[in-house]
């Protein structure tokens, strides 16, 4: 099984700064990589797809890089409804796994 | 509108059973592979298991294999989940999202169901 590991496990930003979230896979997954958005109560919602594609409808404030095993998440801008939980996604191999979680929060 | 709506979550005693609903409207699941995906109370999100839009792939996490079902309706449009021998740790939100071939990641979620295994 490959595990996801994000990192930190909470982000304090202010509104308006930059925020950079970490995911490490265990082996390589090339760019089978998605990054899910989730708030309180809420379905998780698709941001990001092959690593570093923005979903349908996604501001352009979010943008993701990586390959292999190293990903990184960037929210250029931070606005009120970015303060969220983020996940990362592999779907490169059988089964599927998640990270743990990163969850942005205000500071 | 593209839309997934789960039914069925309750309240059931552990060794108990549940079957679960996941209706599809807006697409048809003829059309797509479809996963479950789970999150328990405060922590983090599990996929659980796929099924391709054939029911001809199946996959299952290592947790739930042997215990749980997931099988396809494509008349009813209707994706289902058949859980037995439930543990404590099966209490969760279950997620029903759609695969999407384009890009391989769930571009569709439910709105969850809640299931709880308590005596």
């Known amino acids: 099984e490959i595990v996801m590991t994000q990192s930190p496990a909470t982000l304090s930003v202010s509104p308006g700064e930059r925020a950079t979230l970490s995911c490490r896979a265990s082996q390589s997954i090339t760019s089978n990589l998605a990054w899910y958005q989730q708030k309180p109560g809420q379905a998780p919602r698709l941001l990001i797809y092959g690593a570093s594609t923005r979903a349908t409808g996604i501001p352009a404030r979010f943008s993701a890089s990586g390959s292999g095993t190293e990903f990184t998440l960037t929210i250029s801008s931070l606005q009120s409804e970015d303060f969220a939980v983020y996940y990362c996604q592999q779907y490169n191999n059988w089964p599927v796994t998640f990270g743990q979680g990163t969850k942005v929060e205000i500071k | 509108e593209v839309q997934l709506v789960e039914s069925g979550g309750d309240l059931v005693q552990p060794g108990g059973s549940l079957t679960l609903s996941c209706a599809a409207s807006?697409?048809?699941?003829?059309?797509?592979?479809m996963h479950w995906v789970r999150q328990a109370p405060g922590k983090g999100l599990e996929w659980v298991s796929y099924?391709?839009?054939?029911?001809?792939?199946?996959h299952y996490a290592d947790s739930v294999r042997g215990r749980f079902t997931i099988s396809g309706d494509n008349a009813k449009n209707s994706l289902y989940l058949q859980m037995n021998s439930l543990r404590d740790e099966d209490t969760a939100v279950y997620y029903c999202?759609?695969?999407?071939?384009?890009?391989?990641?769930?571009?569709?979620w439910g709105q969850g169901t809640t299931v709880t295994v308590s005596s």
């Open positions: 099924i391709s839009s054939s029911s001809g792939s199946i």
């Open positions: 999202a759609r695969y999407s071939g384009y890009s391989g990641a769930m571009d569709v």
């Open positions: 807006g697409f048809s699941l003829s059309n797509y592979n």
